[in-house]
C-alpha cells in the first residue's frame, strides 16, 4: 500500500468518526477474505517440482471454496526459482502483505533459508512441502525457521538413513561408493546417509553442473563397489548414471529426492535409469487420494499421474485451511493454531507439530523405482 | 591416492584425450580472433552452446531420434553423424558471424577503445545464452543416443570406446585441416599477415574486413565441432554450459600461448588430461584447484604460455 492511499484511507476513516457514519455493518455481511502466499520455483531448472506443487495447493483451496465458507481464501503465487538470491528478494514483499496470514513453502531449502529473515520479522507461519534441509528445525542450528517454520516432509535426517537401508536392500554383500555434488542440498544429505553405510568403499565429490564424470566411474570401478549412491540433483544424476553405465558398471544406482524427477529419466534414457533407487521424503498422491478426489484433481489441473511432493503440498494447504475454517484471519492466531493444533493428513495421518517444526513422529519416506522410463512408487523405505 | 590413477590409468588416459580434443577446437575459437584482433572473443562460449543444439536438433528433430530409439548402424550412422557434425558447425559459424558483425565490426570502424568491444561482446555472450534460457525454459535438454557407446576393445585393461575413438580420430582431422587452411591458403596466409602486422598487410592489398569475418566464421567451424564431439560423448547440454566449457578452453589456450593454433593443440590436450588425472588423484572436487594452479604456474614461469614464444614467428 502506497503512502496517498494510507493517507487517503486515514482520511476516509476520520470522516467516519466525525460524522457517525459506520461502515461496519456492510463489511460483516460481506464475506471475509485472507490470502495465502504459496513459493516454489515456478521457472527455472528447477520449475517442474514448483509446478507439480502448484497443482496440488490449487486443488486444496478448490475443495476449500466449493464448500462455499465464509471466510475466502485467495492464492498469492510467487515464483522463487528455487534460488536463494530470489528467494531473499521476494520475501520481504509478501510478508509485507498483511492480508497473507500464512505461506505454503518455500519448497526449497536454501531459498527457505534466505527468505528467513523477512518472514520473521513479519512473524508470518510458514509451512513447508519440500524443504527437507535438517538445520531449519534443529535449535542448535545458527539459522534455524524457530518458530514461524513448519514442515510436513520428512528431513534429511531420516531420508539419509532410509536412503542408505534401500540402496544396499536384497545385495549381497554390498559395497557402497558415496558421490555427493557439493551443494547444500547434496552435502548434507551425503552426511547422513554416510554413518548409515556399513561398508563404505569410496566416497568422492563432484562439482555440480559438471560435464565429465569420467574419473569418478574410473574410481567407482577401481573399488570395486556394488552400490553407488548419489546425492545431488536430477540433471547431474542423469549425466552420471548415464557415464556409469557406458563405462560398464552393473551395479546399483541410488539417489535421493533431488533426482526423483520426470527429467531424470528423460534425460538419462530408458536403458541407463532403469532400476535406479530413489527416495523421496514424498508419497504419490495417487495411492492416498480418494477415486472421487483423483477424478476431482485430474479435472482441475489436466493431470493424471501427480508429480513429486502433491501429497506434501495439499496436506500443507489444508492444514492452514483447517485453521482458517475455526475462523482465523490472522498471522498471530494461525502461528497458534499450527503449534498448537492436530490435523489430519490425506492419508489418514495425524499431523502435529513439534517445538521447532517438524512432525511428531517424522514424516515417511518413499521407496521408488525407475522402469521403462516411468518413476513407480514400491512403498515406505 | 595413485591406486585408482594406476589401476584405470589407461582408460582416463583416454578419456581425457577425447575431452582435451573438444578443448582444443574450442580454444581455436577463442585463440585465432585474439591472433587477429588482439581481443578476447567472449561470445566464443556460446557460440559452442549453440552449436551443442545444432546436433541435438539434428538427432531428436530432423532424424527422429528419442531416448528409445535404436542407436544408429551403417549408412545410415554416418549420414546422422555427419549431418549434425554439418549443422552443429553451420550453427555456430553462422553464430561466431553474427558475433563479428554485431559486437566487434561497428565498433572497430568507429574507432571506439578496446574496452567498449571487450563490454559488447561480453553483452552479446550474455544475451545469446539467456535466449537460449528462454527457448528451453532453463531446463536440461539430453540428446538421444545415435552413436552406440559399445566397447571396441580392451587394451591394458581399459575400454576403448567406440564414441571416444570417433571423436579423437574426427577432432584430430578436423583440427589438421584448420592448420593446413590458415598455414597453406591464400586466405589463410592473409589472416596470418593481418595477424603480424594489420598495416602492413593492408597496404599490401588485404582486405582486412574479410580476414577478420573469414576468422570468426572459421573459428565458429572448430567451435561447432567442439559442439557436436561434446553431445556425442555427454550427450546433454544446457543454456550455461557455455560458461565452464569456454572458462576451460580459455585456460587451454592461454596454457599454450594465446594466438597459437599449436599452442591451442597442447594446451587444450593437456588440459584434458591434467583434468581427468587431477580427479582421479586428488578428488573431483580437487579438479578446478588443480588446473588454475598450474595455470597460474606456468605463466609464473613462461608468461606467455607455453609456445607463447614462437607466436611472432609461427603465429597462424
Redesign the interface.
Known sequence: MNKKVQRSLAVVSAAALVFGVSAVSSATAAPKSVSLAFQAPL???N?LTGQDELTAARFALSEYNATNPAIKVELVIADDQGLADVAALLAPGIASNKKIIGLIGPAFSGATQASLPAYKAGRLPLISMSATRVSLTDRRAPVNGFPIFKRVVANDKFQGPALARYAVKGVASPSVYLVDD?TAYGKGLADYTKPNIAKLAGS????E????Y???V??V???GANVVIYCGYA?DA??FV?ALR???YTGIFAAGDGVLKA?F??????AAAEGARLTAADVPFEDVATPAQMVAYTKLTGIKVPGSYVTSTYNATNIFLACIKQGIVTRAGMQNCLTNGSFKGVAGDTIRFDRYGDIIGGAAVGAFTIKA?KITYLGVA | MFEVLIDQFWSLTIAGIALGFIYVLISLGYTMVYGVLRMINFANSEIFMWGTFGTVITNRDIFHYTQTSEPAKGWKLALVLISALLMSMFVAALTAVFVEFVAYRRLRMKGTNRLATLISAIGISIALAELMRLLTDSRPVGSPRVLEKMILTEVWGANIRLDTVVTIIAAAIIYILLERFIQLSRMGKAIRAVSQNEDSAKLMGVNLNRVITVTFLVGGLATGAAGFFYITVFEYTKFNIGFTMGLAAFTAAVLGGIGNIRGAFLGGLSLGLLEVYASAVLGTQWKAVTVFIVLVLVLLFKPNGLFGEAVQQTRA
Open positions: 521457472t527455472g531448472s520449475a557439493k568422492d565429490s563432484v562439482p553442473n559438471t560435464s565429465d569420467t574419473s569418478v574410473a574410481k570401478k577401481a573399488s540433471p542423469a549425466k548415464k557406458d563405462g560398464g527429467t529419466p528423460n534425460n538419462a534414457g530408458n522410463g
